[in-house]
């Protein structure tokens, strides 16, 4: 079977979606918004470009996904994290954290940085609702998840802020090393867990 047949093959809906959205990653990641066409998208994916529209919608409904996907910490990276003490699981939880960010590296810059939509609202929302979700992740990996009050999720979110410009320096700027920066955000979190977290009760 040839690749081009390969790429077309008959998929289930979730995998073909899936597909499509990885080929979205990847061209949002490494182009401008204005640069990108669903045209592009459903080429790369081997699709018609009506199948990117009945999956995502527009182009910036495609692109709030895209946004929304590369900034959420999924469920399974929370179930994953071991058990033990504060410093092993905070340990683990930047270990994974750095892993996605350099794995995706040019994708997770551009949604960081709205790829250019930076000011428009609804990339805005979409940024804040994913800066919150792992905002409320880092709570429940911590421990301190049930019924957080709007204190302490101000300060887990002041945290994945860290953890967002901190990476920024390592991946974009190349002044800090991944394990400066894994020191810093893991030594940051105990701390926070211990000292400052207790504060907002």
């Known amino acids: 079977m040839s690749v081009e ?3 077309r093959r008959r998929l ?3 995998a073909r979606r899936e597909q499509i959205l990885s080929v979205a990653i990847r061209l949002f990641g490494s182009k401008p918004y204005a640069d990108v066409s669903t045209t592009d998208v459903a080429r790369e994916a081997g699709v018609a470009r009506g199948l990117v529209n009945h999956y995502f919608g527009t182009k910036k409904d495609l692109y709030l996904e895209v ?17 033990g003490e504060l410093p092993e699981r905070a340990d683990s939880i930047v270990s994974w954290f750095l892993d996605v960010v350099s794995r995706h590296s040019t994708s997770w810059l551009a949604a960081t940085g709205a790829g250019g ?5 609804d990339v805005d929302d979409v940024i804040a609702e994913a800066v919150d ?5 880092v709570l429940r990996a911590v421990g301190m998840g049930q019924e957080p009050t709007a204190a302490l ?11 967002i410009y901190t990476a920024q320096e390592w991946l974009q700027r190349g002044v800090l ?4 920066v894994h020191l810093l955000l893991a030594t940051n979190l105990v701390t926070m ?9």
């Open 5 to 7: 047949a390969m790429r």
């Open 12 to 14: 289930e809906p979730d």
């Open 67 to 83: 946004v929304r996907v590369m900034l959420t910490v999924p469920e399974t990276a929370l179930e994953l994290l071991p058990g």
């Open 117 to 121: 939509m930076a000011g428009d609202a």
């Open 133 to 137: 979700v792992a905002a409320d992740g």
């Open 153 to 163: 999720r101000g300060m887990a979110r002041s945290y994945v802020g860290l953890a």
């Open 177 to 180: 090393t991944r394990d400066q």
């Open 193 to 201: 867990v211990e000292r400052v977290f207790p504060h907002a009760r």
